[in-house]
């Protein structure tokens, strides 16, 4: 097997383009061709290291879901419609999952790139897929705007290379619980998991373990960037020195930003890159996704932040006329939308964010450090 090349690797598909889960619904945005475009603007992309992502198989596609619930994804994307049957066992169709045009295919091209980003990096390396992320689906239905669980199949593409310890965390202001559930039993993958506490999917309390292999961070409405510096100095880097992972896996939904309507955290994009950063620093394999995100503005300048973080590219203090087109162009048909503030357009960077640390966070991140487990090693070899 040839070693996968050290510096980073970009991962992406023009099956998002265009593509929108319907005018009222949050993800009628387009967010990766909106980051992209960015990236692409920055003079940020090479072409050498760009990747368009495969669209997962039937058979890769149920290394976790269930056939049957696969094929009804397929049958709605071919007949733009879902059976009762399938709105009421799979949730096609039902609870935030609407029918759209690329009801399978955009999923499965999540998936793919996670997969491949995932054989990209067995041997060590870095792949950002910010097409990746979906979180909260379930094996045999759909949840949470997700359809296919393409961070599960990416870490199970990992396992099935071989790693036994891997680490994933997730900073989307959502729980997430597909992969918690997904993982539950499974000691080789650990995750972490830190949202808003009280917010849908209402899982993921402090006390949540999963069988012992997970960590949950609740975190009260304004998390501000001093808090989220003080989760990754006390319980992120704690995590990672005890567990030593082969490999992390770094869900970056955008929604825990100050700016997104879909939830009441106060970060700026500040408090992700420092997060990436110092993960970046410890483990020798790392795959970065997207997740939610629902302010086109604001996911755009983190997710492509967050490429450039990992390409050591130095950050702009105003964006260059190319990049701010990029940004001028969009348009977002929520009352934030009809009048952004000019910095949404000319910085990549948001203002910081700080704040007091709260003592409910001090407590839990003591708290989730309590009984750690011991790491799963590699077998050893004669």
């Known amino acids: 097997m040839t070693a996968a090349p050290r510096r980073p690797l970009l991962i992406g598909s023009d099956v998002y383009r265009g593509s929108t889960y319907g005018p009222k619904h949050p993800l009628a945005i387009q967010r990766v061709p909106n ?7 920055l003079g940020w992309l090479d072409p050498a290291r760009y990747l368009d992502a495969p669209r997962a198989t039937f058979a890769q596609l149920t290394r976790f879901h269930t056939p049957a619930y696969v094929a009804a994804l397929q049958r709605a994307e071919a007949t733009q419609a879902a059976t009762a049957e399938d709105r009421e066992r799979h949730h096609i169709g039902a609870h935030g ?9 955009r999923p499965a091209t999540g998936a793919g790139g996670a997969i491949l980003a995932a054989r990209l990096t067995v041997t060590g390396g870095t792949v950002h897929v910010p097409g990746a992320g979906t979180h909260h689906a379930l094996r045999d239905r759909a949840s949470g705007f997700c359809y296919v669980n393409d961070v ?7 396992l099935d290379l071989g790693l036994t310890n891997i680490l994933y965390i997730d900073l989307d202001a959502h729980h997430g619980d597909g992969v918690e559930i997904a993982f539950h039993d499974d000691p080789r993958v650990f995750t972490v998991s830190i949202h808003e506490a009280g917010r849908w999917p209402h899982t993921g309390h402090l006390g949540d373990r999963a069988g012992g292999h997970a960590r949950n961070i609740p975190v009260p409405p304004g998390y501000n960037d001093t808090e989220a510096a003080h989760v990754l100095g006390h319980a992120l880097l704690p995590f990672i020195r005890h567990l030593r992972p082969q490999a992390v896996m770094l869900q970056c939904g955008a929604d825990s930003l100050e700016e997104d309507p879909l939830a009441r955290l106060s970060l700026s994009n500040h408090a992700y890159l420092a997060t990436l950063r110092a993960v970046m620093a410890q483990t020798p394999r790392l795959i970065v996704t997207g997740g939610g995100g629902y302010n086109p503005w604001s996911v755009a300048r983190l997710w492509a932040a967050i490429w450039g973080t990992l390409d050591g590219r130095d950050m702009p203090e105003r964006l260059p006329a190319a990049a701010e087109a990029v940004l001028r162009v969009i348009t977002w048909d929520r009352a934030a939308g009809r009048n952004p503030p000019e910095p949404w357009f000319t910085t990549l960077l948001d203002a910081p964010r700080p704040g007091p640390v709260r003592d409910e966070i001090a407590a839990a991140c003591e708290e989730v450090l309590r009984d750690l487990p011991e790491p799963v090693r590699p077998a050893a070899t004669g």
């Not at 980051?35 to 603007?41: E, F, P, Q, S």
């Open 152 to 158: 599960v199949l990416g870490l199970l593409e990992w």
């Open 97 to 105: 999952n609407p029918v759209f045009r690329e009801i399978f295919r």
């Open 35 to 41: 980051t992209l475009d960015l990236i692409r603007a």
